[in-house]
């Protein structure tokens, strides 16, 4: 068996330590450290993309009710 630095017997204790508090605690009593969620989409190109789509339905619409 290898001998444990001092860092790795740290780390060890701090890690059963952790270990120990989670013990005879369910599942939703656990903390859990989820990332907040982010949108899948900046608002700048949610902006660019509804100037596209909107803007294009409005210069069809002015294009066919002003007959250019």
């Known amino acids: ?12 204790e ?10 005879g605690k369910g599942e939703g009593d656990r903390k859990t450290y989820d990332k907040p969620s982010k949108m899948p989409i900046s608002p700048v190109w949610f902006g660019v993309l509804g100037f596209v789509v909107f803007g294009g339905l409005l ?10």
């Open 1 to 12: 068996m290898a001998v444990q630095t001092p860092q790795q017997r740290l780390a060890n």
């Open 14 to 23: 701090k890690f059963a330590k952790r270990e120990a508090a989670k013990r």
């Open 59 to 68: 210069f069809e619409l002015a294009r066919m009710v002003l007959g250019f």
